[in-house]
């Protein structure tokens, strides 16, 4: 299943509006009082107290919903009661039945956030308001309000997770409920909830309700093919009928020879899984093998160890094909030990084998928690499958904090919704699971993100690895740090865990509107001096003194860094702002300084334009030395200012510059190389070698003598040939050190030719 783009979360929150369209002929029945005492039925392990606050809740919830009808012709109250049914099974508590009472009144019927707390309590009122939708709140584009009505849905379950119970219950009875709707609301409905709502179910580990969605979705957006699969199984169930029996007689008969007491079910796959093993391995109906299966179940942890035995003495194991998730749970909590047998008619079966607790936590995940917390002999379980998906919740919270973009935020959701997952360790054993496809950068900020924004190099099993490594289960994986690293925006194109993603992005936008301000201030003191003045100081803490706010009010900005960012980066020009903060200096009697403005100045016949900006090498993302001249220290240099792009940095003689140059003559800037650089710089030469055995490391030996580095080698895709064109990036300290490396390589007998490349 592909990672859904934001076109398939349209309509993510809003289709049920359509169901309560009253038919001409809908006729007011009994059934919501029928379904009322059906759900009190469940409610058998709730106090009476809290009974009668559901009770409550029921009425309000009827009298909210007086009127409406669904499709069907059903008075509209039959889906609350229907959905506080589904979280009953889950034994939530009564706020949590209420809230599903009440989850559609803030949203259709006009009752306030105010009335709810009144009436019923904040905590109950919080869970119906996190399943409202924004409908009320304007935005830019219909897209945009969906992942905003998504992104406070996940943020509301991120603070209480019965949100999201909630809510999937919801879906589950509304995908139950569809036969009413227009075909093409059905398919749409089912791609949303197969893209988003079964992921999310599978990643809190309700495993059931995620395999009833991916069914009922399945059957919506593919009929014929979901009949067609249908009828294929019961053909199959029928023709292995016998060979399912003759396989329990025989796991029963073992287990009792054995004396381990132990349940023993049969299991079918789902058509949709069935389906989709067809589609990602290419199979047939026929070639699917291990349509069937069996659970067993046992009392205590040690006896699904000794049933593995038991079994593995009755059949023969497949190779490879064991998986121990007791002592490796999953990541939502999931556990079980899986085997796969060749049965006596050389079939594969697989068991899955684990405790009455397990069993819980694997078909209800997260909602175990409130189904076991009262009973010792499940609450290890349930309180591991709370733990982990409130780890889960918790990176939600963390990514909003380092995304305000609500499609973004979105988008690095998704990436963690997918299932499968790897398991690696740390140097000190301990366990983490990230998604399939992982690598070290994923694994640091999994730690922690100082981690992740220190990390240089990493090792896997004691062995140093390339940081884009994917990483696989059983890894050991230890990470190099140096505190002066910084995330490497190369590391997008890789890392595949939404809180890797979403914190790489937060740092190097930060990194970079600091880097600009830095830039800015410069230009703007520099632009000023050619003025004759020099910056006035920065504001105190916490306040803005009369000339700056003169000065905002006139720019449009709201803070003196917003400026300074926006000079820049290119989108104010420095020189034009110098005026108007001159002008309004003049106006507060500060007089231009003789001194400063001949510091400010550059010669008798050039303006005193934006002064002189210098280059050191420690600008960072606001300043770009261009890729088609790559300029060295020792270089004729000029700047361009891009409106929004930041400084880039071309030589004087770069024909791309100078055509930048005819076409935008205001955004040049003067610039030059500050008297000692702070790092090395990178040019690339060209050279014509004659072709020969160990050529390569003979260049490579000449480049390191001259004490330079090869950063990249280009051989191009020519056939070999007596002769050949080499192409190096090189990184030198400036033009005299590239002149040194050049003359050392002209010393090789091999090298026939060596020039600078320019554009």
């Known amino acids: 299943m592909g990672i859904p783009t934001i076109e398939t979360v349209k309509e993510a929150l809003t289709f049920k509006a359509s169901w309560r369209r009253p038919p001409a002929d809908a006729v007011p029945t009994d059934a919501a009082a029928a379904s009322f005492d059906a759900l009190t039925n469940k409610l058998d392990y709730l106090d009476p107290a809290d009974i009668r606050r559901v009770r409550d809740a029921y009425r309000f919830a009827d009298e909210a919903h007086l009127g409406q009808f669904r499709v069907s012709g059903e008075p509209y109250i039959t889906h609350p009661i229907a959905v506080a049914g589904l979280c009953a099974e889950w034994k939530l508590d009564a706020q949590a039945i209420m809230a599903a009472l009440m989850h559609d009144a803030m949203e259709d019927c006009g009752i306030t956030k105010a009335e709810l707390i009144e009436r019923f309590g904040a905590p109950t009122a919080e869970l119906v308001d996190g399943l409202t939708k924004l409908d009320k709140l304007q935005f830019s584009t219909r897209e945009e309000s969906q992942a905003e009505s998504f992104r406070k849905m996940l943020l509301a379950m991120a603070r209480d997770v019965r949100v999201i119970l909630i809510k999937l219950a919801d879906r589950l009875h509304n995908m139950r409920t569809m036969e009413a709707m227009a075909a093409d609301k059905r398919a749409r409905i089912a791609r949303e909830t197969l ?73 079918e796959k789902t058509l949709f899984s069935i389906y989709r093993k067809m589609l990602e391995k290419h199979l047939s109906f026929a070639q699917v093998s291990d349509i069937f299966g069996f659970r067993i179940v046992v ?65 209800k995940g997260i909602a175990a928690h409130w189904m076991y917390k009262t009973k010792h002999s499940g609450q290890t379980n349930a309180q591991e499958a709370q733990r982990l998906g409130a780890m889960w919740l918790q990176s939600l919270i963390d990514i909003q904090d380092e995304t305000r973009d609500a499609t973004e935020f979105l988008e690095h959701v998704k990436i963690d919704l ?35 924004d220190h990390c240089v190099a990493a090792k896997i099993n004691g062995e140093p690895v390339a940081l884009r490594t994917e990483l696989r289960s059983g890894d050991v994986v230890d990470i190099v740090i140096a505190p002066g690293a910084r995330p490497n925006p190369g590391w997008l194109n890789f890392v595949r865990t939404g809180r890797a993603r979403s914190k790489i992005r937060h740092h190097l936008k930060t990194m970079e509107q600091e880097e600009s301000q830095d ?123 891009g409106r ?52 390569l490391a003979e260049v490579a030996t000449s480049v390191a003598a001259a004490e330079a580095d090869i950063t990249h080698i280009d051989m191009g895709e020519q056939a070999a040939a007596e002769l050949a064109e080499l192409k190096l990036l090189l990184a030198v300290r400036d033009r005299l050190h590239l002149a040194d490396v050049i003359r050392t390589l002209k010393r090789s007998p091999a090298v026939l030719r060596i020039n600078r490349i320019k554009p």
């Open 195 to 267: 893209d988003i709502y079964a992921p999310i179910a599978h990643r809190l580990g309700l495993n059931q309700t995620y395999r009833q969605l991916q069914e009922l979705s399945f059957q919506h957006l593919s009929p014929w093919r979901h009949t067609t699969l249908s009828k294929a199984l019961l053909k199959a169930r029928g023709n292995r009928r016998d060979v399912v029996e003759r396989i329990q007689r025989d796991v029963e008969k073992s287990f009792a020879q054995a004396k381990l007491k132990v349940q023993v079910f049969g299991r």
């Open 299 to 363: 009392s205590t942890l040690p006896e699904c160890y000794l049933a593995l035995g038991v079994l593995h003495q009755l059949y023969k194991p497949l190779p490879g094909r064991f998986k121990d998730y007791i002592a490796i749970p999953k990541a939502n909590g999931y556990q079980s030990l899986h085997t796969t047998l060749v049965s006596p008619l050389g079939t594969a079966v697989e068991f899955q084998i684990r405790t009455e607790p397990m069993h819980a936590v694997a078909e």
């Open 418 to 452: 997918f299932p499968d997952a790897v398991y690696v360790f740390t140097p000190k054993s301990k366990i983490l699971a990230l998604p399939r496809g992982a690598t070290p950068v994923d694994f640091a900020y999994a730690i922690h993100s100082d981690v992740g």
């Open 519 to 641: 830039l800015g201030s410069k230009m703007l003191a520099q632009a000023l001096r050619a003025e004759g003045m020099e910056m006035p100081p920065d504001d105190a803490a916490g306040t803005i003194s009369p000339l700056w706010a003169s000065m905002l009010r006139w720019s449009g900005n709201r803070t003196r860094d917003e400026l300074l960012t926006d000079i820049g980066v290119g989108r104010k020009i420095a020189s034009i702002v110098a005026k108007r903060l001159s002008r309004l200096l003049t106006e507060r009697g500060v007089r231009p300084d003789a001194v400063t403005l001949t510091l400010g100045r550059y010669g008798a016949d050039e303006a005193p334009s934006q002064g002189m900006v210098l280059i050191d090498g420690s600008e960072g993302a606001s300043v770009q030395l261009a890729t088609c001249c790559r300029p060295i220290p020792g270089d004729s240099i000029l700047g361009y200012l």
């Open 644 to 695: 929004g792009e930041g400084l880039q940095i071309h030589t004087a003689e770069c024909s791309v510059g100078k055509r930048l140059l005819g076409r935008d003559s205001e955004g040049w800037l003067k610039v030059d190389w500050a008297e000692q650089p702070t790092r090395s710089f990178e040019t690339g030469v060209s050279l014509l070698l004659r072709n020969g055995k160990g050529i």
